[in-house]
């Protein structure tokens, strides 16, 4: 095979290997300034290796200790890592990964419930830590910890609707707090909350898919935002917001591939923002998970709504009404 | 920052007892430091834990967020520090003029200003500062959401007089910042009525004529389009109202030229550029978007348009094109 033809093709065991090597980089310099992110990171690696069919890739008793050496007894949440203060964002990644491994009765359900409610403030929005930054990423994740944990009731939903709504703009997107423009990955979140809640009818959906459908450019790739540069995690937070509003085919899936695809490091695995950038595992998951939307050949299939493995969200009795394009045949 | 000693050599830290961090063999969660961040931190985890907040615990916090300016539970605890010591916040405030520049993407060094200026309750340097910012990173979202919120938080006459003035001047340097045609739409129709604009009908005109113009100086800008449309839907302004605008931007060049001399003196329908590249979808897409709403016969000459868009001009999004002409058919019958 030439460049060329491995380039049009995902290259699974080379990306399995690359997550696989991660917590190898012990001489990675740059490594400690991630470590605010490593509980995400994990929750990356591990939802990656699923949806490309390797779970087992990484040990999953490491894994688990390592997730339980991040909580933070005083808050009752989840660091992203063991000296790290719980945050909302790491406490999220910290469920999704003992759901994944199946090891939900390691947590303390009733103060991580209790710790994700202390966080939503007057207007509805959550705040991610004590600290008190506000934004609708961590709403998103409040309603879907919720939801993943069964205990979705105890939420004051209208509130928590009616931030989302303050934050609907003109061009039928969604931004991060009220007023602010909006962006793909913050309609993603939005939308998602909103899908979860069973509340999609506040989304203009006509004028967001059609806005939502803009974000991809001549080369295949999507923006977050128009007259911006395409980036490999939008496949995601794009295809997801139209596979919750059912209109996935709206996007050239043929083109979208192709771009992806052009952004795998043929040499060392992985998937960078763009051609020719450097991997992580943040663009590779999210990479991975577009591809998975959009019925990439051998892939497993991924929940939009969630962005985990749909045959974990379909057990706990939680799929919505969402659609990716059907799988192909290699 | 690389000649200052570590904490572990200087002398009026030599109370504290420094706490190492968790140190375990975790396969894919290894965190090498550099000496110099793992002395920082080890002295940050040593003060956290006896609770001390005092003038230097300033200096180590801001050591540590010169390093790692995502360090959340540094700028937290500094935060509450300076709170505790009653520090002048005007001079954090200046520090934080530094390191906002330097770490403009990081989501804590706005936040962190946000809890300061709630404090001095003294907005107005902000914007000042705000545009200095964005002179280095034009569309960054922080930036930009810190300024929606100064103006919104603080809702001051004062503070919302000049905001005009200054989206033009972000528009003048790059007409195609979505961020700056989203903060216009914000101030003018999203945020409450201001003196001086009550006569809403006046205010949509002024919104047109602004927009029309910026369009003709690029007609392939989506970001003016869609404030166009923005506009139109939030006065409910019908879009058949502006056709004799928008159709020399959604026909070919050549074919604009009779309309040229017909209508060379219009100067509420600036036409596009000599050299721009025609026809612009967002037109067609306009036009469609007219007739299709006008109904009756208009509804074939939309689904023309369309069948150009999906076949010619935007082959890429032709499954929503298609689905437009498919929706529309099914309302007829």
Known sequence: ?330 | MEDEPLFADRPEWADVVPLEQYEGVIPLAPIFYTNEYKDATNYFRGIVKTGEMSPRVLDLTENIIRQNPAHYSAWQYRYKTLIFLNAPLDVELRLMDELAVKYLKTYQVWHHRRLLVQQTKNPAPELEFIADSLQIDTKNYHTWSYRQWILAHFNDDALWSRELEFVESMLNYDLRNNSAWHHRFFVVFQSGVRKGDEDRAEVVRRELTFVKTKISTAPNNASAWNYLRGVLDHSKTPYSSLKSFVTPYSVPHSSHQDVTSEDIVDLENPLPSPGAQLPCVAAIEFMADAHESNGGDDLMRATELWRSLADEHDTMRKKYWEYRIKEALQNVR
């Not at chain 1, 339980?68 to 007894?73: L, T």
């Not at chain 1, 009752?76 to 945050?87: K, V």
């Not at chain 1, 939420?155 to 909006?182: M, P």
């Open chain 1, 1 to 330: 095979m030439t460049d060329l033809d491995i380039g049009n093709k995902l290259l699974v065991p080379l990306h399995v290997s690359y997550i696989k090597a991660l917590g190898d980089s012990k001489d990675d310099l740059a490594y400690h300034l991630t470590a605010h992110l490593r509980m995400n990171a994990i929750y990356w690696g591990l939802t990656a290796l699923c949806i490309m069919g390797h779970k087992d890739a990484l040990d999953r008793e490491e894994m688990i200790d390592f997730v339980m050496s991040c909580w933070d007894e005083q808050a009752g949440g989840f660091g992203a890592h063991p000296d790290h203060d719980a945050h909302i964002l790491s406490t999220l990644s910290a469920i999704q990964i003992l759901i994944t491994q199946d090891a939900l009765d390691r947590l303390d359900v009733d103060r991580v419930v209790k710790f994700i409610l202390s966080l939503q403030q007057p207007s509805g929005v959550f705040a991610g830590d004590s600290f008190g930054e506000t934004d609708t990423r961590f709403l998103y994740i409040a309603v879907n910890a919720l939801s993943l944990l069964g205990r979705l009731s105890e939420l004051d939903v209208e509130r928590t609707v009616s931030y989302i709504r303050q934050c609907r703009n003109f061009d039928g997107g969604f931004g991060a707090t009220a007023g602010a423009e909006s962006h793909a990955a913050q309609v993603f979140v939005c939308v998602a909350a909103l899908a979860i809640l069973d509340r999609l009818d506040e989304v203009d959906q006509q004028t967001l898919c059609w806005w939502l459908s803009e974000r991809q450019l001549p080369n295949g790739g999507l923006n977050g935002r128009p007259e911006k540069l395409e980036d490999v995690c939008y496949s995601f937070w794009v295809l997801s917001s139209l596979s919750i509003l059912n209109k996935i085919s709206w996007i050239d899936s043929e083109k979208l591939t192709s771009f992806i695809l052009s952004a795998q490091d043929l040499e060392t695995g992985g998937i960078a923002d763009r051609p020719g950038d450097m991997v992580d595992v943040f663009h590779t998951h999210f990479g991975v998970a577009g591809l998975s939307l959009l019925g990439y050949p051998g892939l497993v299939d991924l929940d939009p709504v969630y962005c985990m493995p749909a045959s974990i969200i379909e057990a706990k009795g939680l799929r919505k009404g969402w659609k990716a394009l059907p799988r192909r045949s290699a």
